[in-house]
């Protein structure tokens, strides 16, 4: 069964955690885990194709966003919030905040 790599926190670049948030689509990934976590591929796939979700998630889990665990056939998938804030203190909930604010929604508590 597949396992994957994550790095360290000591590891994680601003500067990847920014390239990977700056695409619409992972954004809109590490949202949605934001408010329910963790959660299966499946649900946040939308209408894309799997090769293309697949590389999302791996921009996401070498920015040092997302981890995935294979659970039997699911590859479930969670915010490395606590390891983020511990290496750059505020800075996801600002961006989460940001992009909430840039569509019209409520920032998050």
């Known amino acids: 069964m597949k396992q994957y790599e994550h790095p360290p926190a000591e590891a994680f670049r601003l500067t990847a955690i920014l390239h990977a948030l700056s695409d619409p689509y992972r954004l809109s990934i590490v ?3 934001s408010v329910l976590q963790p959660q299966p591929c499946a649900p946040l796939q939308g209408d894309r194709p799997k090769s293309s979700v697949s590389h999302h ?3 996401l889990r070498k920015a040092g966003l ?5 659970v039997g056939v699911n590859h479930m998938n969670s915010l490395r919030d ?3 804030e511990a290496r750059f203190p505020g800075l996801l909930k600002t ?3 940001a992009a909430a604010r840039s569509e019209g929604l409520p920032a998050q508590d």
């Open 95 to 97: 961006i989460l905040d």
């Open 66 to 70: 997302v981890r995935t665990v294979v």
């Open 57 to 59: 998630f791996s921009v």
């Open 82 to 84: 606590a390891e983020l």
């Open 31 to 33: 949202q949605k885990l």
